[in-house]
């Protein structure tokens, strides 16, 4: 399995990007991770392959949405109202395993893509 992320970039505080991950394979549920320098990875969202389920980190929740189409095995990240502290390199990735919170272990990462959002 391989996980190809994309769309990051600079932007202002207030700002919007939408990152995108293509998985090639056959992914059961797929999400977002994030490390900013000098802190841990933390998960970001998730979204499970069966019913929609979507999770969320108290940070970006009501800012951040995870959706995903089928059809093209891709899952993107709508970042909105971004904030300096958004600032970070974000993680694609994907698991086979059942995710029941955005507590849950990937399988499979992609490389990352850099977020950098000024004040």
């Known amino acids: 399995v391989q996980l190809q992320a994309s769309g990051g970039g600079l932007v202002h505080a207030g700002a919007s990007l939408r990152l995108s991950c293509a998985a090639s394979g056959s992914i059961v549920n797929m999400g977002w991770f994030r490390r900013a320098a000098g802190k841990d990875r933390e998960p970001v969202a998730a979204i499970t392959w069966t019913d929609f389920a979507t999770y969320y980190a108290s940070s970006v929740k009501g800012r951040f949405t995870i959706s995903r189409d089928d059809a093209k095995n891709t899952v993107w990240l709508q970042m909105n109202s971004l904030k300096p502290e958004d600032t970070a390199v974000y993680y694609c990735?994907?698991?086979?395993?059942?995710?029941?919170?955005?507590?849950?272990?990937?399988?499979?990462w992609g490389q990352g893509t850099q977020v950098t959002v000024s004040s």
């Open positions: 990735a994907a698991t086979r395993a059942a995710i029941q919170s955005l507590n849950w272990a990937p399988s499979y």
